[in-house]
């Protein structure tokens, strides 16, 4: 298969598997978790299949690893969209989770979906060998917290009301916790699951998540709010610095593909 086609049939997976697990509540929390883990490109939970697929993981295990890292970054969207953080409007093309319903439900959509996650990897069905449950569980809760996205959120917001705009290295710092930081757990957790060494995948998952942000950033400037299913330019509206700030556009996109580079060659072994 091509890559989208990869990329989509992994999404189809996740979909349904999240679908399952939230399937049948009745209430109005229910209806908005369903509402907020429904759709995405799934990037996350790919990168999670495709790395346990490399060790011969099998896909109805790494699925639900993928499963939990959505439902974990679903989370993430809907308090990062809530009026006391960024006050978006639109998610994935459709009313932020608040705005559909309201702020107390966001903030409950977003607990009961970051527990969820830890539930899916502590199931059996994950994987046979609790010490393995064990590390991905205590990884990932690294990952998230207060040493990763929590801190990352918290640099952000910090800097929205900073004497001075931050300088690349800050910059770099702040989105290796608040982006990058569920992108390398999500690159791991495949060699996590197959017992293996997660030495190069931690490697081109640093490489791809700084990557990934400046290539945001760069969708932020150039991109088409309708196609991204968001609003655009907010960094600049904000007086915020980002890549493409400090290095230019021309220059955010060498080092965009210096970074893509440095990831694939981290996967030659």
């Not at 959509?109 to 996650?117: N, Y």
Request: glycine fraction near 8%; hydrophobic fraction near 50%.
């Amino acid at each position: 298969m091509s890559f989208p086609e990869r990329l989509a049939s992994c999404a189809s997976s996740v979909e349904a598997y999240l679908a399952e697990r939230l399937a049948g509540g009745t209430t109005e929390l229910d209806a908005a978790l369903r509402y907020a883990a429904k759709g995405g490109k799934r990037l996350r939970a790919f990168l999670v299949m495709e790395g346990a697929a490399l060790f011969d993981v099998p896909r109805e295990q790494s699925v639900i690893a993928g499963a939990a890292i959505e439902a974990l970054h679903a989370y993430s969207l809907v308090h990062d969209d809530l009026p006391c953080m960024d006050d978006d409007p639109l998610r994935r093309g459709q009313p932020t989770v608040h705005v559909k319903w309201d702020e107390a439900t966001a903030v409950l959509v977003g607990d009961a979906l970051q527990t969820l996650a830890f539930e899916l990897l502590a199931d059996p069905t994950c994987h046979a060998d609790p010490a393995v449950r064990i590390d991905l569980v205590a990884s990932l809760a690294q990952a998230a917290g207060r040493r990763g996205m929590v801190l990352g959120q918290a640099q952000d917001i910090a800097a929205e009301t900073a004497a001075t705009p931050l300088d690349l290295p800050s910059i770099s710092t702040l989105q290796a916790n608040k982006t990058g930081a569920l992108i390398v757990w999500a690159a791991e957790a495949g060699g996590r699951l197959g017992g293996a060494d997660i030495a190069p995948l931690t490697t081109y998952a640093m490489a791809l998540g700084r990557a990934f942000q400046i290539a945001d950033d760069i969708l932020d400037v150039e991109g088409d709010a309708a196609k991204a299913g968001k609003r655009l330019q907010k960094d600049a509206d904000a007086g915020k610095a980002t890549f493409v700030s400090l290095l230019g556009l021309d220059g955010a996109k060498a080092e965009a593909k210096a970074l893509v580079d440095a990831a694939e060659a981290a996967l030659a072994p």
